[in-house]
């Protein structure tokens, strides 16, 4: 499908272009960004589907794991977004336009949420506060020694924007922290370099605490498995807050079985919400957070669009714009 730009229509006053959106995803989950950008931004006025008068007005769709078809009725749509920092869904559309740009969520705001996220996960593992709240449970007063004489190496999957602040926050608190990406670009001061499958590995056998955040690619799907956790000193943790395809669940639960990971800190999975039953829920050494690391507020993401449609209008393409090609 190719789309077609429509002619700008200015707003009467204000300076704004106006723009008439739409919601493609699950009604309940998209439904709250109608108030949040009538709030911040009254120029884009959004719609669900069946709210929309004339689909050929629409220039803008916000997105959310849409249908397959589900861009296939506005042909003048001048930017897509998602409402998160992951676009998989929505590169999985088949109507999907390809000549229409692409944002992703990737806000400041976003990166700082999940860098406190992280690092309350890394001292969770490192200063064993699992092991303090089953003592409780048990009235036991046992002061524990924190695992190895100096600060765990904390190793990151991924260098993007998220990755960076993680990585910043990590280094300020004193811990040693390795970045892995597949350009070895855009590292913070201070943190180590590792690319190449050669790099990941060499990360992984430092890595006493590994942090995945990595984009789901069809390179990256399930790269957390039994080769990757085999590199990982013996009594590492695992933080995932990537993408739940990322993981291999039967290799996770095996390697916390047997010993070689002594934690896991669990935020995305293949299957959300994480079904009733799943062995995820009562393993005493996982903890289960569901998909809510860094979740920008529907003010957030009206804020953040409306820079992007601004920019647009100015020939600016927006700074998360996705390369379709990487997956990200």
Not at 113 to 128: I, P, Q
């Amino acid at each position: 499908m190719h789309a077609t730009h429509s002619p700008r229509v200015k707003m009467p006053t204000g300076g704004q272009t106006s723009h008439q959106g739409v919601l493609l995803g699950t009604p309940a989950i998209m439904a709250p960004y109608i108030e949040a950008f009538a709030q911040v931004a009254p120029h884009i006025r959004l719609s669900l589907p069946n709210a929309v008068e004339d689909p050929n007005a629409v220039t803008f769709a916000l997105a959310y794991d849409p249908d397959g078809d589900a861009f296939t009725t506005y042909p003048n749509l001048r930017l897509i977004s998602s409402i998160v920092a992951g676009v998989n869904g929505i590169l999985a559309s088949a109507s999907l336009p390809d000549d229409v740009p692409l944002m992703r969520i990737a806000g400041e705001a976003q990166a700082q949420t999940m860098a406190g996220f992280v690092v309350w996960h890394v001292l969770w593992h490192h200063r064993r506060f699992g092991d303090y709240l089953a003592n409780q449970r048990e009235s036991r007063w046992q002061q524990l020694l924190v695992r190895g004489a100096a600060p765990p190496f904390i190793g990151l999957l991924g260098a993007g924007k998220m990755g960076g602040a993680v990585a910043r926050a990590l280094l300020a608190l004193g811990y040693e922290v390795g970045i892995y990406s597949r350009s070895g670009r855009n590292l913070p001061q201070d943190a180590v370099g590792f690319e190449g499958d050669d790099g990941l590995r060499s990360l992984a056998e430092r890595s006493q605490i590994l942090v995945n955040l990595l984009p789901l690619t069809p390179w990256t799907q399930g790269i957390l498995n039994a080769e990757l956790f085999d590199c990982l000193p013996a009594g590492g943790a695992l933080i995932h807050v990537g993408r739940g395809e990322h993981l291999v669940e039967s290799d996770l639960l095996a390697a916390l079985d047997s010993g070689q990971l002594a934690g896991a800190s669990l935020d995305v999975f293949a299957v959300e919400p994480l079904p009733q039953d799943h062995p995820f829920w009562c393993h005493e050494r996982i903890v289960v957070t569901p998909h809510d690391a860094c979740d920008s507020t529907p003010i957030q993401v009206a804020q953040e669009v409306s820079r992007a449609l601004a920019g647009l209008e100015c020939g600016v393409l927006p700074s998360s714009l996705v390369d379709r090609a990487a997956g990200y």
